[in-house]
């Protein structure tokens, strides 16, 4: 029997990048053993089941910027088909694994399929690397630095991360020039057994068809999203030397296409969360020279993000109400005729259903949309439950993972945190668009009937 080759995989799931990527660094350390990048397509990862076009098409183009880059190099990103444990069983048929190396997710949702992947490298003797690379800090770190539970508030968060320390700063980047790759189309015998793409599949052809007026308007991709981090920066600077921080908070623009949020890029990891909390610091230090020191304040939407990890990284049912230990159960009404005219943007609310219609045409609205979204739909108006809600943007929200999305639901509906049972103040939904939209284009631009 011939000798199987040596090979170290870096299994791609939400990391999809180059830059501070520690996985990388470790899978290629030992140059002598040849590089495997790989992404499986198991329905899960890093979308949801029930992913809509824009999500998957944007995933895809994150994929396709990674196998050019891989490329350059002389090698490419293997594309395969299956369940994470039979992908690797299959190559472990034909290839001698040394290492698996990947990010962490974080969520508890995932933790079934990592630790199935985890129990079969241990019983073939293959090494595992798991790197902290999508959050700031190990969400698990926390809750044991909390005495083995999450924070359940937000400035009990931040006390707890204080008291770790700050964040890594990004790693440097992997030099590839010397790494040897594996192409899986270069084994045949597998290929009789593996389903392997040879080329970035499209939406289509991995079951995702494009509705009726859905238009794309975002791409992804590490190299396009580098491009606006450092735009992002610049103005982030800007906004410090005329004293304000924030500036997408302080002056939202609910029509700039594309818009200046990161979001999407971080979710799915084409900007690291390190590199990106850490240039806006290092931004603050040296307008103001360090006085005062930068603070999470400057940041807080990044530590909100880690705030959720944290507190769904050992809550399996973080997602829904009735078993979510943090939920408190509100009688929701039931009423169908209502949830479809708010899930068809039909609700004769103009703004409430530009913004439904925008969701589900382009994959993306500005935080003011979605906070109007998810108060008219739960306390604010209908009083329906806000799984419904969770759901519809997991489905079309690119840049919608499970634990951001699902807390903020809890949080502007008051089912859980700070905000538990507190309705004392709700949107009219007939004027709250007035000041970010005062003209209407907004409206006419997604509701052109009017």
Wanted: overall charge negative.
């Amino acid at each position: 029997m011939p000798t199987k080759e040596i090979v170290n995989i870096l299994w791609f799931r939400n990391g999809l990048r180059l830059h501070d990527n520690e996985s990388l660094l470790k899978a290629t350390k030992d140059t002598s053993q040849k590089l495997l990048p790989l992404f499986i397509f198991d329905g899960e990862t890093p979308t949801t089941k029930h992913c809509k076009y824009n999500k998957m098409a944007f995933l895809l183009e994150c994929l396709e910027d990674l196998d050019t880059q891989f490329w350059y190099h002389g090698g490419k990103l293997n594309l395969v088909e299956g369940d994470p444990v039979e992908v690797l069983r299959k190559i472990s048929k034909h290839f001698s694994i040394d290492k698996l190396c990947f990010d962490q997710d974080c969520e508890s949702i995932w933790l079934e399929r990592d630790n199935a992947v985890k129990n079969f490298c241990g019983t073939h003797r293959i090494t595992v690397e798991e790197s902290i690379g999508a959050t700031l800090w190990d969400p698990l770190e926390i809750i044991e630095a909390n005495g083995g539970s999450p924070p359940l508030t937000y400035s009990q968060f931040c006390q707890v991360t204080d008291g770790i320390g700050q964040p890594r700063r990004p790693v440097a980047d992997a030099q590839l020039t010397d790494v040897q790759f594996v192409e899986l189309e270069s084994c045949e015998n597998l290929l009789s057994e593996l389903t392997v793409f040879p080329n970035i599949p499209t939406p289509q052809m991995l079951g995702i068809e494009k509705e009726n007026g859905v238009d794309k308007i975002y791409r992804g991709g590490e190299r396009e999203a580098l491009k606006y981090f450092y735009r992002r920066i610049k103005h982030e600077r800007e906004s410090f030397l005329e004293g304000a921080f924030l500036p997408n908070r302080l002056e939202p623009d609910i029509l700039v296409n594309p818009p200046k949020s990161l979001s999407p890029d971080i979710k799915f990891g084409c900007i690291s969360v390190k590199k990106f909390y850490w240039a806006v610091l290092d931004a603050w230090g040296e307008v103001n020279d360090d006085h005062p020191p930068g603070s999470y304040k400057i940041v807080s939407q990044l530590i909100w993000r880690e705030f959720f990890y944290a507190m769904s990284a050992n809550n399996p049912f973080y997602g829904e109400m009735t078993r979510n230990p943090i939920c408190i159960n509100i009688p929701w009404c039931e009423n169908d005729d209502y949830l479809n005219l708010f899930l068809g943007g039909q609700t004769g609310y103009p703004f409430i259903d530009a913004g439904i219609r925008q969701l589900k045409k382009e994959g993306w609205v500005h935080h003011i949309i979605r906070n109007a979204l998810s108060m008219f739909l739960t306390r604010g108006d209908l009083w329906l439950n806000w799984e419904h809600g969770l759901n519809m943007f997991l489905k079309y929200l690119i840049d919608a993972d499970w634990s951001v999305c699902a807390g903020n639901w809890m949080w502007v509906s008051s089912s859980a945190f700070e905000k538990s049972l507190n309705a004392s103040v709700s949107l009219d939904p007939g004027v709250y668009g007035s000041r970010v939209d005062p003209e209407g284009e907004y409206i006419r631009k997604y509701v052109p009937e009017l």
